[in-house]
């Protein structure tokens, strides 16, 4: 899993700079939208919906701007026409890339992806191609200075963690999909602020079955594609199973 813990860090200080020019809050709020559209209004009754709340709020996000989001998705406002997709393809040696987007424009957005991916030595594949070898699961990364293995493993023994992982300077812990909503109110019910556990991410991810190693030379240009992809304006998320060494991406997020 450390190819996916080591990338996770990265982009969440890059994250800290998108939440700086707003590109963040859109990415949040077309997430609350589509959930509304596609499940209702209900967070009670539609658990994407709640998901998107919630990161919402913990990133700070204005009421008045959910509630707007949610309404567009239901139709009370215009504007919530938008369209998930998803795409799959390859990057430079061979690691498997898979992109979510939500767009107005479909066309335009895969023409967009597909350059990008041609661009930096890649190619776009055809649905299906990739999605296999990824699993949804819910992912926290939780830094080693909030807790002691020992303790770590009563939480997860506790919040019923499916699975967990010693990392160089993190734990990560793993949730089934159903279960990870829970997880986090969990956490939150216990009164522990999240970051003072050290919590560096959390996220409903595709963690990989397997991680493909990439050779130093390869790494910049899967880094410079894998951004590349998350700063197009549609894209939701970007996940893919490169495990590349640690100063590499230490170098590249410099």
Not at 11 to 30: M, S
Not at 150 to 174: K, P, Q, T, V
């Amino acid at each position: 899993m450390a190819g996916h813990s080591k990338w996770a860090n990265v982009k969440h200080r890059k994250e800290r700079v998108d939440a700086k020019r707003g590109k963040i809050f859109t990415r949040i709020l077309r997430e609350v939208t589509v959930a509304a559209r596609m499940g209702g209004a209900d967070p009670d009754a539609n658990p994407r919906l709640r998901n998107a709340i919630a990161e919402a709020r913990t990133n700070n996000v204005p009421n008045d701007n959910i509630d707007r989001a949610i309404k567009k998705g239901t139709g009370e406002l215009e504007g919530g026409s938008l369209e998930e997709i998803v795409l799959e393809g390859y990057g430079p040696g061979g690691v498997a890339v898979l992109v979510e987007a939500v767009t107005d424009n479909r066309n335009r957005t895969v023409s967009e992806i597909r350059h990008l991916f041609s661009r930096h030595g890649g190619n776009l594949g055809e649905s299906g191609c990739v999605a296999w070898m990824f699993d949804r699961r819910g992912y926290f990364t939780l830094g080693k200075e909030a807790l002691g293995e020992e303790e770590l493993m009563e939480l997860a023994l506790e919040l019923g963690i499916e699975d967990f992982s010693l990392e160089e300077d993190s734990y990560e812990l793993f949730t089934s999909m159903d279960d990870y909503l829970r997880v986090r109110e969990e956490l939150e019910s216990l009164d522990l602020e999240l970051e003072s556990l050290g919590l560096e991410t959390k996220e409903l991810a595709m963690i990989p079955q397997t991680y493909v190693a990439v050779d130093d030379d390869k790494a910049p240009q899967v880094l410079r594609l894998m951004e590349a992809l998350e700063d197009q304006d549609d894209t939701q998320n970007v996940w893919a199973n490169f495990d590349i060494d640690e100063s590499a991406l230490v170098a590249h997020s410099d």
